[in-house]
């Protein structure tokens, strides 16, 4: 299949990137893993590629204080084979389609397009992630919370970049892990759960809990947060907790050929308590 013909042009710096895309509209191209197959089905048709693919310091991985920078152009293999990052955001990254997929695709353009089967942004969610957005008025930053806003669409407005994605650093009795039921074929999540604790004398006391692949966009499992807070680290609270979920998804779960909406809210619950108990077992 081909795409719709379009203009092509390649930005060299954060500034170029916007000053393209001021004038000539269309869309930014990153590992383009996601927009070229939306364009090759007729789904999309930008006119015009802002490619920005080659801008140098937007990509790549670095700690700053407490705090563990992601440039959005860094690539899905190098996300997964970072030892800084808490340890779900790697292990989600490395669970993304094939070696393909991991060495083009990006982080940035992952978020931005905001496919609810994707990871990122359900481990970003539980991590309470920041995203540094650049615009003509420059930059701004975004919670997690107010990114992922609906059905492929998120917090970025028209002409804006995101420039990386800001998670907290690990700390002692920290432990995350992301747990996913994955299509066969494309290994896009059909249930996907990411849960980050922190545990003091055997209590949870920092905990973070999302789930995607289920609604529209990735969304945080308040309830299980709420059943957590402050009880014992126990595969019983756990247990419990994790049923808590089916309060968090409401009626909109969504169901396809691949996987019913029964079905994964039968899997919601499964999910949750495994990637709890790994980030217990993690933290502890
Ligand atoms: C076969 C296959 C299997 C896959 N399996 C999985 C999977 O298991 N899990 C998963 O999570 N994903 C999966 N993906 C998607 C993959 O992770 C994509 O790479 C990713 O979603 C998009 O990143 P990209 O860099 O390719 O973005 P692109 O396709 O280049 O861009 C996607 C969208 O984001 C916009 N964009 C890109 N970068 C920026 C930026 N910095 N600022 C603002 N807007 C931006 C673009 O304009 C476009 O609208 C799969 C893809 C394929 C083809």
């Given at each position: ?18 000053d393209?895309?001021?004038e ?17 089905l ?5 006119g ?34 970072s030892?800084e ?16 997929v991991r ?14 089967a ?28 107010d ?11 028209e ?11 690990e ?16 290994r896009y ?22 789930v995607?692949?289920?609604t529209?966009k ?60 790994t ?6």
């Open positions: 299949m081909y795409p719709p013909k379009f203009d092509y042009y390649r930005a060299d710096s954060v500034q170029s990137a916007l393209l895309i001021k000539h509209d269309g869309k930014f191209l990153a590992g383009g893993h996601s927009l070229i197959p939306v364009m090759n007729r789904l999309a048709d930008p015009t590629l802002i490619d920005i693919g080659r801008i140098p310091n937007i990509k790549g991985i670095d700690k700053h204080g407490n705090a563990v920078n992601i440039g959005a152009l860094t690539t899905h293999t190098m996300v997964a084979a030892g990052l808490p340890t779900a955001v790697s292990e989600a990254a490395s669970m993304i389609g094939d070696p393909q060495n083009r695709g990006t982080l940035g353009g992952n978020v931005a397009h905001a496919d609810p994707s990871d990122m942004p359900t481990v970003l969610l539980a991590l309470r992630a920041q995203f540094t957005i650049a615009g003509a008025n420059g930059e701004r930053i975004v919670d997690a919370d990114f992922f806003v609906d059905l492929f669409e998120t917090a970025l407005q002409g804006e970049l995101l420039v990386r994605v800001s998670v907290p650093v700390g002692p009795h920290t432990g995350s892990a992301y747990a996913k039921l994955h299509n066969p074929a494309s999540a059909m249930v996907g759960a990411a849960a980050t604790v922190t545990i003091n004398g055997g209590k949870f006391r920092e905990v973070g809990v999302a995607g692949g289920l529209p990735a969304t945080r499992a308040s309830a299980v947060e709420a059943a957590l807070a402050g009880q014992d680290a126990t595969a019983e609270t756990i247990a419990a907790a994790a049923a808590a979920v089916a309060d968090d998804l409401g009626d909109e779960v969504m169901g396809d050929i691949h996987a019913s909406e029964a079905y994964r809210r039968q899997m919601a619950p499964v999910f949750v308590r495994r990637a709890l108990e980030a217990v077992s993690r933290a502890s």
